[in-house]
C-alpha cells in the first residue's frame, strides 16, 4: 500500500502545462526527505525523471520541473508533448518504515 | 553505460519458489546498493528491499519478511532475488534498481528491464 498519494490522471492537450501532486505526511516528505520522480512509458520499467526534488538527470528535457514544500511534492511539464503520454510517480523515504523507500499510487497523464 | 539485465520471464505454482537474477555491467558491482521493486499488471510500484552487494547485507520491506531473500555473486556482477511460498498475488513484473545518492536521499537510477513472474496453478 502506498503512503505517497497522487491524483490517478491528469490530461492537457499538446503545448499546455500539467502538474501531478504527491502528498505525504510528517515521516516522509515531511520530514525532510527528498522526493524523487519517474516516468514509466507503456510495457517499460521506469525511468528516472527528477531526483532530489528538482534536479533533472542528464537528458531529460526542461520541460519537466520539480518541487518540494511541507509534507507535498508537485511534477509539472511544461509544453506537454504526445511523447509525454505515460505514468508517473514519485518516491521518497519514510522513516516510520525501517529502511523503507515508498512509491506514489502512480499518474497517468494523456495527451489530449 | 550502466546497464542491468535481468532472467527471462517465469511461471510457477502456488507454493514454490522464484529466483529472478539481475546482472550489472557499466560500473562497479560492489559500490551501489542494489534495491527490487515490483508492479502488478495495472498496479502500481511496490518497494520490496535492498542489497548492499559489497558486504551482502540486506534490509526488507517488512510485507515480504520471512518469504523474500536477496543475495549475489561478485565475481559474475549478479544480484538475486528470491520470492518464496509464492501465491497468486505474487503475479506481478519484478525489477531492479541501482542506488543512487545517500541513504535515506536516494534514489533509482537505472532499472533493469523487468521479469514478469506469474503464479498460477
Known amino acids: 500500500q502506498s503512503v505517497l498519494t497522487q491524483p490517478p490522471s491528469v490530461s492537457g492537450a499538446p503545448g499546455q502545462r500539467v502538474t501531478i501532486s504527491c502528498t505525504g505526511s510528517s515521516s516522509n516528505i515531511g520530514a525532510g526527505y527528498d522526493v524523487h520522480w519517474y516516468q514509466q512509458l507503456p510495457g517499460t520499467a521506469p525511468k528516472l525523471l527528477i531526483y532530489g526534488n528538482s534536479n533533472r538527470p542528464s537528458g531529460v528535457p526542461d520541460r519537466f520541473s520539480g518541487s518540494k514544500s511541507g509534507t507535498s511534492a508537485s511534477l509539472a511539464i511544461t509544453g506537454l508533448q504526445a511523447e509525454d503520454e505515460a505514468d508517473y510517480y514519485c518516491q521518497s523515504y519514510d522513516s516510520s518504515l525501517s529502511g523503507s523507500r515508498v512509491f506514489g499510487t502512480g499518474t497517468k497523464v494523456t495527451v489530449l | 553505460q550502466v546497464q542491468l539485465v535481468q532472467s527471462g520471464a517465469e511461471v510457477k505454482k502456488p507454493g514454490a519458489s522464484v529466483k529472478v537474477s539481475c546482472k550489472a555491467s557499466g560500473y562497479t558491482f560492489t559500490s551501489y546498493d542494489i534495491n527490487w521493486v515490483r508492479q502488478a499488471t495495472g498496479q502500481g510500484l511496490e518497494w520490496m528491499g535492498w542489497?548492499?552487494?559489497?558486504?551482502?547485507?540486506?534490509g526488507y520491506a517488512q510485507k515480504f519478511q520471512g518469504r523474500v531473500t536477496m543475495t549475489r555473486n561478485t565475481s559474475i556482477s549478479t544480484a538475486y532475488m528470491e520470492l518464496s511460498s509464492l501465491r497468486s498475488e505474487d503475479t506481478a513484473v519484478y525489477y531492479c534498481a541501482v542506488v543512487a545518492g545517500t541513504a535515506s536521499f536516494s534514489w533509482f537510477d537505472p532499472w533493469g528491464q523487468g521479469t514478469l513472474v506469474t503464479v498460477s496453478s
Open positions: 542489497m548492499n552487494p559489497n558486504s551482502g547485507n540486506t
